[in-house]
Every structure is written in structure tokens, then in C-alpha cells.
């Protein structure tokens, strides 16, 4: 496999290998990603990462004064547990749970990259993928899907989904 990832349902669990190009870069990425949520930088305020809670613009900024320090805590604290589980290397064997701590790490990575809130924006697309920021958001979204479809895989025949 050159520059990839396999992604394979093991019992219970989900074994994903990368080559050492890509695990290097989706550590940049996570790592560039807590870093932004600690410093608050611009580009991950609560209006980016979190989506309206009501239909009114008010009412959602609101919610958000009154909940996104504690969403934020979450999510700061999600992707200490996908850091923790992988200290680095290529492989990495997740449970359900750091399938789930995987996954949201990787939903809200992409605010780095998208030029509007991800349920405003239109899917990223890796065909059309042009500008190094819409290449790293299809490519997250790419990995999302790949983990999410080895975990619902039949154990008894998992299929073997790469990148």
C-alpha cells in the first residue's frame, strides 16, 4: 500500500493501517486541530463547530453561550482520548467507543478546512478537490467513511476498505 489506509472489521473491533506518510499527516492534523480549540483561533468558534439548535439565529447563539464551553470540553476531550489510544506509529485497533471518538474527531477536524460550516457546505469531493484545503477535508471525510463502513461489516465476513 503506498500513501493509504485499510481499514478492517476485527471482532468487536476496527484495525486501521496506515502507511507512514499518512498516519504523519492525520497526526498533524489532530494535533493542529487541538491546538486551534485550545487557542480559540477563528476558524473552530462554537458557530463552526457546533450547528444551530433552534431556528432562530438568537435563540441559537443562546444555546451556544449557555452550552459551548462545555460541547467544546468534549470535543477537546475526544480527541485527547483518539491521541492517547494512538501514540503514534501505523496501526492503530479501535473498540466501538474510539470508533466513535475517531469518527467525531474527524467531523470536526474539517472546520480547519472548509470555507463555511460543514451542514452549510456541500460534501467535500476529492474529484474536484483543488485547493490543499478541500483535499484534506474530502480526505477526512474519506477516512470517516472508510472506519464507519469496517465497523458495520458483518464480523463473520469483514470486508477490507481502503484509502
Known amino acids: 500500500m503506498r500513501d493509504g489506509a485499510r481499514a478492517v472489521r476485527d471482532g468487536d473491533c476496527v484495525r486501521l493501517d496506515l502507511t507512514e506518510n499518512v498516519a504523519e499527516v492525520l497526526r498533524a492534523i489532530l494535533v493542529d486541530f487541538g ?3 485550545e487557542s480559540r483561533a477563528e476558524d ?3 458557530d463552526r463547530l457546533f450547528p444551530d439548535a433552534y431556528l432562530k439565529k438568537a435563540d441559537s447563539e443562546g444555546f451556544r453561550e449557555r452550552h459551548g464551553a462545555e ?3 468534549e470535543v477537546r476531550a475526544t480527541l485527547a482520548r483518539v491521541l492517547d489510544r494512538w501514540p503514534g506509529g501505523t496501526s492503530l485497533v479501535l473498540d466501538r467507543a474510539g470508533v466513535a471518538d475517531l469518527r467525531l474527531v474527524l ?3 474539517q472546520v480547519r478546512y472548509l470555507r463555511r460550516p460543514r451542514w452549510k457546505a456541500h460534501a467535500p469531493n476529492d474529484f474536484v478537490a483543488s485547493r490543499d484545503r478541500d483535499v484534506k477535508s474530502a480526505w477526512l471525510t474519506s ?3 472508510m472506519i464507519t463502513t469496517a465497523i458495520l461489516d458483518d464480523p463473520a465476513t469483514p470486508g477490507v476498505h481502503t484509502l
Open 35 to 37: 491546538q486551534a480549540l
Open 71 to 73: 460541547m467544546r470540553a
Open 44 to 46: 473552530v468558534r462554537d
Open 143 to 145: 477516512l470517516d467513511n
Open 107 to 109: 467531523v470536526q477536524a
